[in-house]
């Protein structure tokens, strides 16, 4: 069966630097990979999602993520961060042909000013 | 935004209540599946539907039943609710390569 850590429980960062969150998977072959995003007290919204191809994918709001293969990883980057982008992220993993996905406990993001 | 709506979005009941959710879509997708989210385990499947009455057991199904008798309903029952339960449930839709998720019921159980 799949898993997925992501190692950093919260981030701070300031508004208009970098972001990037970790997550690391556990998984035999290439591994459907997803990251959402959960602004307070709303629901699950999708960031980007990798099944094949290129390693780097491009999402909404700004975001990509790289597939790495050999590091079993699967990090999101943002290039200057917004304080709209403060909420939880969470990184997921399927498999081809498993409609079931399993999800890491999530990264907090806070924005400062 | 995938037409997906649950019920209630909030409620508080007593130990040993019965409690049901209920999700409802409007995209007529075949897959629907419910989640828990807790402070520390991200989501964690419960059950999820490959159709009309077809279901079959997630990661943390103990204490949990489902329905479904149509394509757009998908019902999570707690038959007795325990403290345990207090947390935040989401249903979702979709397929192996997307998942839309609703808004959420947060339940308290007392």
């Known amino acids: 069966a799949q898993s997925v850590t992501q190692p950093d429980i919260h981030i701070t960062v300031s508004e208009g630097a970098s972001l990037e969150l970790r997550c690391n998977y556990s998984?035999?072959?290439?591994?459907?990979l997803f990251w959402y995003v959960q602004s307070p007290g709303q629901g699950l919204q999708l960031l980007l999602k990798?099944?094949?191809?290129?390693?780097l994918v491009q999402g909404i709001k700004g975001f990509e993520a790289e597939f790495k293969r050999s590091q079993s990883s699967f990090n999101l980057r943002k290039p200057s961060v917004h304080w709209s982008d403060a909420a939880e992220y969470f990184c997921?993993?399927?498999?081809?042909?498993?409609?079931?996905?399993?999800f890491g406990a999530g990264t907090t993001v806070t924005v400062r000013a | 935004d995938a037409g997906i709506t649950q019920s209630p979005r909030h409620k508080v009941t007593e130990t040993g209540t019965p409690v049901t959710l209920r999700c409802h879509q409007t995209?007529?997708?075949?897959?629907m599946y419910w989640y828990r989210q807790d402070p520390g385990h991200g989501l964690r499947l419960i059950h999820y539907?490959?159709?009309?009455?077809?279901?079959d057991k997630g990661e943390v199904s103990d204490g949990y039943s489902v329905s479904r008798s149509k394509t757009e309903d998908f019902l999570l029952t707690l038959e007795s609710a325990t403290s345990s339960q207090t947390s935040v449930y989401f249903c979702?839709?979709?397929?192996?390569?997307?998942?839309?998720f609703g808004p959420g019921t947060r339940l308290l159980v007392l």
């Open positions: 997921a993993v399927g498999a081809p042909g498993d409609y079931k996905l399993s």
């Open positions: 998984y035999g072959a290439t591994p459907y």
């Open positions: 990798y099944f094949s191809g290129d390693t």
């Open positions: 995209e007529n997708h075949r897959y």
């Open positions: 539907s490959y159709g009309v009455k077809d279901t």
């Open positions: 979702a839709i979709g397929t192996e390569e997307t998942q839309y």
